[in-house]
T-cell receptor, first 114, second 110 residues
Framework: GAVVSQHPSWVICKSGTSVKIECRSLDFQATTMFWYRQFPKQSLMLMATSNEGSKATYEQGVEKDKFLINHASLTLSTLTVTSAHPEDSSFYICSARLVKETQYFGPGTRLLVL | RKEVEQDPGPFNVPEGATVAFNCTYSNSASQSFFWYRQDCRKEPKLLMS???SGNEDGRFTAQLNRASQYISLLIRDSKLSDSATYLC???????????FGAGTTVTVRA
C-alpha cells in the first residue's frame, strides 16, 4: 500500500519556539495532503487541506498564521507550529490522498511544549 | 452536535466472541463511509470501506443504513489482536474531507 512518512516522530520544545513537521508520500504523488490534530481520547480534527502549489485551506477556528503550511511538491507538505505554547501539545497526523476519498496516514508527530 | 458520534465503549470481550457497535452521522449529504482502526499512540489505518449493500472482509462485517444515518461494524471470532480503537469515518462529496468519530475501544481478553 501507499506509504506516508512524517518527521520528526516526536518533539519536545520550550514555549515560544517554532516546530516544523514534514509529511512525505514515499511511493506516490499525492494530489492533496491533510493535516489533523488529535488530543487524548478525542477524534482526529482536520486542521487544513494542502494542495501542491497553492495556499492551504484552513478549517474554521484554526489560525493560519500560527499553523503555517507549505506544500512544495506533490510528495512533501510541511506544517510549522509557530511560537508554540503548551496548549499546542498534541498528536499531529498528516495524510495524503491518492484517489477519491482514500487517505493514507503518516505515523504522526507527538508535540510536547513545555 | 458532532458530525460523527460513537459509543466510546470500552467493549471488553473474551476471545472468540462476537462484538458489534454503531456510529451515527449527522450530515445526510455524506457519501463515503469507512471504518479505521487506531492502535494506542499510532496513526489510523483503514480497516474497510462501507458500502450501501453492506460488505464483509473476513471476520469483519460492515453495514450502512442511510435512512437512519448509522453505520455498524461487527467482529466475529474476536482475536487478541483485534484490541484497538475503531474509528467511524465519514466523507463528503466533492472535497474529499473526512470526519472522524472519537472511536470505540474494544479489548479482547484471553
Amino acid at each position: 500500500g501507499a506509504v506516508v512518512s512524517q518527521h520528526p516522530s516526536w518533539v519536545i520544545c520550550k514555549s515560544g519556539t517554532s516546530v516544523k513537521i514534514e509529511c512525505r508520500s514515499l511511493d506516490f504523488q499525492a494530489t492533496t495532503m491533510f493535516w489533523y490534530r488529535q488530543f487524548p481520547k478525542q477524534s482526529l480534527m482536520l486542521m487544513a487541506t494542502s494542495n501542491e502549489g497553492s495556499k492551504a485551506t484552513y478549517e474554521q477556528g484554526v489560525e493560519k498564521d500560527k499553523f503555517l503550511i507549505n506544500h512544495a511538491s506533490l510528495t512533501l507538505s510541511t506544517l510549522t507550529v509557530t511560537s508554540a505554547h503548551p496548549e499546542d501539545s498534541s498528536f499531529y497526523i498528516c495524510s495524503a490522498r491518492l484517489v477519491k476519498e482514500t487517505q493514507y496516514f503518516g505515523p504522526g508527530t507527538r508535540l510536547l511544549v513545555l | 452536535r458532532k458530525e460523527v458520534e460513537q459509543d466510546p465503549g470500552p467493549f471488553n470481550v473474551p476471545e472468540g466472541a462476537t462484538v458489534a457497535f454503531n456510529c451515527t452521522y449527522s450530515n445526510s449529504a455524506s457519501q463515503s463511509f469507512f471504518w479505521y482502526r487506531q492502535d494506542c499512540r499510532k496513526e489510523p489505518k483503514l480497516l474497510m470501506s462501507v458500502y450501501s449493500s453492506g460488505n464483509e472482509d473476513g471476520r469483519f462485517t460492515a453495514q450502512l443504513n442511510r435512512a437512519s444515518q448509522y453505520i455498524s461494524l461487527l467482529i466475529r471470532d474476536s482475536k487478541l489482536s483485534d484490541s484497538a480503537t475503531y474509528l467511524c469515518v465519514v466523507g463528503r462529496l466533492g472535497d474529499y474531507k473526512l470526519s472522524f468519530g472519537a472511536g470505540t475501544t474494544v479489548t479482547v481478553r484471553a
